[in-house]
């Protein structure tokens, strides 16, 4: 596909071409590493904030400084990018997958029956720019003692109910990857407000003068500063000099981002078969990332490819598939885990309730796809290792990070819109192809409109629901 994001303008060329001319590497938290981290921290109301190498880089070291290791849970929804919890298998925790409602959001009932003894954290991700609840979700995870992590890489500045994305997390990440609204080429931030998780992602992948300067003496992990732990997960400052342009252009690319959307879902209103899934609500600031919908064919009287062929016959050339946003579950790396990741724990299903994939596993008339039949040998419950409470803090593998003592008592499944969406290029208005990039629409096909599917984990022992957008 050929892109045309990120813009490289006359004002791009030169901030990159200044930054050739005073540094390639930084080693500390100087020069435009101080300058992007202190304002992106600013836009999203953190008090922390650290550069990194990429996206799934920022997202390792979350769950690093948070504690997170073998034997624990981590709740994810299943319908995002993968590496959102792939980080989480090379630490050895679990990512239990949990299902969202048809806006892309986590449904926290579906959450609560996935909770168990092991869980320690909950990580959601802004789909598509649609910024979640995260007020309820903080209530929520406080509740139950539990860290949250924010997956913010399609929502840079995204806001709702006037808190910022990001703000109210143990550990938000974002991706500036290329084709990121707000893009390095490369590269990724986290934000997070507990300067304990600063130091321990600083230490992580920042080491020597960083990690010597930003961590206080007095932490037991401060003696591995000049080392590091064994990885560098620096950005590029060349990256950076352009991203500092993007930031600055971020609130006018909003701004033209929901005028398009509004149109669109105007346009789409009404129309039977169709289901947009990030509202334009003025509860909340949308990045629009990709502006996705639904085409149920049945009521719809037209399929996804009779839509994308009549985009095409008008001169929409650029369309491709998201194949890579597939749920999760339907990855062999999380399907088994343990042999990809032999440190990954076994999962705790102890305290699991799944009522609903149980209960249409056993009804035998409508067997979903995946799970088992009577005779068939069913998961054998994996006995619960003793809960891993008794790490060094001052290692630095222990559990020391703001979750290291929060423990769960519950135990979840998933919907997510499809398994492909091709995504078409809106064609902006010359005005607003100017301020805003030219955010994709993604129109994504339920696979099965009728009926209710579950899949089970043959090695990973588990068994949860999906649920498709419509229902008979
Ligand atoms: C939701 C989400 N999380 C994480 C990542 C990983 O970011 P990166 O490619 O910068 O490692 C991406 C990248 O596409 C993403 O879309």
Redesign the pocket.
């Known amino acids: 596909m050929t892109s045309t994001w990120p813009p490289i303008d006359a004002e791009v060329s030169t901030a990159v071409t200044r930054q050739l001319h005073t540094t390639v590497s930084i080693y500390d938290r100087s020069g435009i590493i101080a300058r992007f981290e202190d304002a992106f921290a600013t836009r999203h109301n953190a008090s922390h904030a650290l550069l990194t190498s990429?996206?799934?880089?920022a997202?390792h070291s979350a769950y690093y400084a948070l504690g997170l290791g073998p034997g624990d849970e981590a709740i994810v929804q299943d319908y995002?990018?993968f590496?959102?919890a792939t980080p989480l298998l090379q630490l050895g925790a679990v990512p239990v997958l949990a299902d969202v409602d048809i806006h892309g959001e986590l449904d926290l009932g579906r959450a609560a029956e996935l909770l168990t003894d092991r869980t320690k954290a909950v990580v959601i991700?802004h789909m598509w720019g649609n910024p979640q609840n995260t007020r309820r979700l903080r209530d929520w995870c406080d509740a139950r003692g539990l860290a949250l992590v924010e997956?913010c890489?399609?929502a840079h500045g995204a806001t709702r109910d006037g808190v910022s994305v990001g703000e109210l997390a143990d550990a938000a990440?974002w991706?500036?990857?290329g084709?990121?609204t707000i893009t390095a080429g490369?590269?990724?931030i986290l934000t997070t407000p507990h300067r304990e998780v600063y130091e321990k992602t600083t230490l992580l992948g920042h080491f020597n003068k960083r990690a010597l300067a930003e961590m206080r003496t007095e932490s037991p992990l401060y003696r591995f500063a000049e080392t590091g732990l064994g990885l560098k997960y620096r950005a590029h400052p060349l990256g950076l000099a352009m991203a500092e342009v993007y930031l600055r252009r971020l609130d006018d690319w909003l701004l033209a981002r929901q005028s398009h959307a509004a149109r669109l879902e105007n346009l789409l209103a009404g129309r039977a078969g169709i289901s947009v899934l990030t509202p334009t609500n003025p509860d909340r600031t949308a990045t629009f990332y990709a502006f996705v919908f639904t085409i149920d064919p049945h009521a719809a009287g037209f399929s996804r490819e009779d839509l994308l062929r009549a985009l095409r016959q008008r001169g929409y050339g650029e369309i491709s598939t998201c194949d890579a946003m597939r749920p999760l579950h339907t990855y062999p790396v999380f399907a088994a885990p343990r042999s990809s990741h032999p440190a990954v724990g076994s999962l705790d299903r102890s305290h699991r309730r799944v009522p609903a994939a149980t209960a249409t596993c056993r009804s035998g008339s409508r067997r979903p796809k995946g799970c088992r039949s009577a005779h068939e040998p069913q998961p054998t419950n994996t006995p619960a290792p003793a809960p891993d409470v008794a790490k060094d803090a001052a290692g630095p593998h222990g559990r020391a990070g703001p979750c290291a003592s929060r423990r769960s008592r519950l135990p979840g499944t998933s919907q997510q819109p499809s398994d492909e969406c091709p995504s078409v290029p809106i064609r902006p208005t010359r005005e607003a192809a100017r301020l805003a990039p030219p955010a994709s629409i993604a129109v994504a096909q339920p696979q099965d409109l009728t009926t209710r599917r579950a899949q089970s984990w043959r090695n990973a022992q588990r068994c949860f629901m999906l649920t498709e957008h419509h229902e008979a």
């Open positions: 990429s996206g799934t880089a997202l995002t990018f590496a959102t991700t997956d890489s399609h990440c991706s500036l990857q084709r990121k490369e590269g990724g």
